[in-house]
């Protein structure tokens, strides 16, 4: 299917690299999120926590990263998944993202950012005394070593949290029977991305890290790694298929047609060849070629779901709505009204602009919305449905949850209150268009006190 992209904001608290991710856009794929969440599974179930609680987020973009910023969700760039050459490697990183959540490090972030603080502030203290006493040259010397200090402390305090990562990962692994051998490999990858970019490993250069060196990490993994009764349990080969379709799939999605074909030339006939070639072809808007590939996923496999929803896109996005139904319905009955897959289908019911789909097309959306809130889409296309027959109260609605959702705060908050206003008070729509706006007004308070 169509990756469906939405911004978020936040601040990357730990993760393989440390960096700011403020208004990043996350992908969204039902077969994706389907293969991560089976990856993660086994895993966030070693770590003692509940699987339906934490979230394996995919983040759109080509650098490699993973982190965590606050509550039980793992954020993952597609970038890593693209460097990745096993399910094992991703599920390495996996593990020692939950090591992160376990360890409470995002919280305990707050901590570290105040020792160091208050070294900084005394540093700024004797620099001003310094300055009183006529001594410009001493101040300025006091202040530039209190701050090294201070970032030297917090430095200090971000590595150990990665080393507790590390060790949880691997414990979380061993339980899990999943070997560390994928671990190992893909900080072999980043320590060659440390030479690439001239990362030294001297003293000077890993003063200002925030990640152990990644030979480091390697040596001490190896020695857990290696005697772990999970190190020669071999790979899962359903999760490896899996994984191929999937980092195929995103290639071709993110990269340049030409780039796609160089990598899947026509001369593989593999299932992953083909589904990165559907996309650069409907990218090339060479509709028939991305047909044919479709075409050919489905004779291997007419029940595949994900190869029906692909096929299903190719045409609705070609302007062929009403061929792209029966590919959508079947791929939406298939996996039991997957919420994107079902608000794709609720779209091309509507793109047809007969009145007859309306009925389905908002039995289908209001089901998508009910199993996933976080679908500005389909909540655009349900407003969509309610317009259409006059429910003005109700599409009103629907624009504050794709508007809340996409940090529209100005316009879900006018939104919302149209809605209250038409909707009977206190029905469960009229509760939740206050609960949008009260939403509203916070983050818009929120913003005027940043300014």
């Known amino acids: 299917m169509r990756f469906l992209t939405h911004l978020i904001a936040f601040v990357a608290a730990f993760g393989l690299v440390v960096e700011p991710a403020a208004a990043q856009s996350v992908l969204r794929d039902a077969e994706t999120e389907a293969l991560l969440d089976d990856?993660?599974?086994?895993?966030?179930?070693?770590?003692?926590l509940e699987p339906g609680n934490v979230d394996i987020v995919l983040i759109n973009d080509r650098s490699i990263n993973a982190f965590v910023a606050g509550g039980q969700a793992v954020y993952i760039h597609s970038g890593l998944i693209e460097a990745a050459d096993t399910a094992n490697e991703v599920q390495g990183v996996i593990a020692h993202e939950l090591g992160h959540i376990t360890g409470g490090h995002v919280i305990r972030y707050s901590e570290g950012m105040a020792d160091a603080s208050?070294?900084?502030?005394l540093s700024l203290l004797v620099g001003i005394g310094a300055a009183l006493a006529g001594s410009g040259e001493a101040a300025m010397?006091?202040?530039?070593?209190?701050?090294?200090?201070?970032?030297g402390k917090f430095l200090a305090f971000s590595r150990v949290q990665e080393a507790s990562a590390d060790a949880a990962?691997?414990?979380?692994?061993?339980?899990?029977?999943?070997?560390?051998?994928?671990?190992?490999?893909?900080?072999?990858?980043?320590?060659?991305?440390?030479?690439?970019?001239?990362?030294?490993?001297?003293?000077?250069?890993?003063?200002?890290?925030?990640?152990?060196?990644?030979?480091?990490?390697?040596?001490?993994?190896?020695?857990?790694?290696?005697?772990?009764?999970?190190?020669?349990?071999?790979d899962d080969p359903e999760l490896q298929a899996r994984f191929e379709r999937i980092k195929a799939k995103l290639y071709g999605y993110q990269a340049e047609p030409w780039r796609v074909l160089n990598a899947y030339p026509e001369t593989r006939q593999d299932v992953p060849a083909r589904y990165a070639r559907a996309?650069?072809?409907?990218?090339?808007?060479h509709i028939d070629k991305a047909l044919a590939e479709t075409d050919a996923l489905l004779a291997s496999d007419p029940d595949d779901p994900y190869f029906l929803e692909l096929k299903g896109q190719v045409l609705l996005e070609s302007g062929r709505p009403g061929e792209a139904i029966a590919p959508l319905r079947k791929a939406t009955e298939l996996t039991n009204h997957q919420p994107l897959i079902a608000s794709m289908f609720g779209h091309a019911l509507l793109a047809t602009e007969d009145s007859a789909n309306h009925p389905e097309a908002e039995r289908v959306l209001r089901a998508a919305v009910a199993r996933d809130r976080y679908n500005p889409f389909a909540w655009y296309q349900l407003g969509v449905v309610y317009a259409a027959r006059g429910d003005m109260p109700?599409?009103?609605?629907?624009?504050?949850?794709q508007q809340v959702?996409?940090?529209?705060?100005?316009?879900?908050?006018?939104?919302?209150?149209?809605?209250?206003?038409?909707?009977?008070?206190?029905?469960?729509?009229?509760?939740?268009?206050?609960?949008?706006?009260?939403?509203?007004?916070?983050?818009?308070?929120?913003?005027?006190?940043?300014?």
């Open 394 to 401: 109700r599409a009103r609605l629907a624009s504050a949850e």
């Open 118 to 121: 208050g070294i900084s502030i």
């Open 141 to 151: 010397g006091a202040i530039m070593a209190g701050q090294r200090a201070a970032l």
């Open 39 to 48: 990856m993660a599974a086994p895993l966030v179930e070693a770590a003692g």
């Open 169 to 234: 990962g691997a414990e979380y692994l061993s339980a899990a029977g999943i070997s560390g051998r994928g671990s190992l490999a893909f900080f072999g990858k980043l320590q060659n991305q440390e030479f690439r970019y001239g990362r030294s490993q001297d003293d000077e250069q890993a003063f200002v890290r925030t990640h152990p060196l990644s030979g480091d990490r390697m040596a001490r993994l190896r020695e857990v790694y290696t005697v772990d009764p999970a190190w020669d349990a071999p």
């Open 279 to 285: 996309y650069a072809w409907h990218k090339e808007a």
């Open 405 to 451: 959702m996409s940090r529209q705060y100005p316009l879900a908050l006018r939104s919302a209150q149209a809605a209250a206003a038409g909707l009977p008070e206190g029905s469960p729509d009229w509760l939740r268009a206050q609960d949008i706006e009260l939403q509203a007004r916070g983050e818009l308070e929120r913003m005027r006190e940043r300014r």
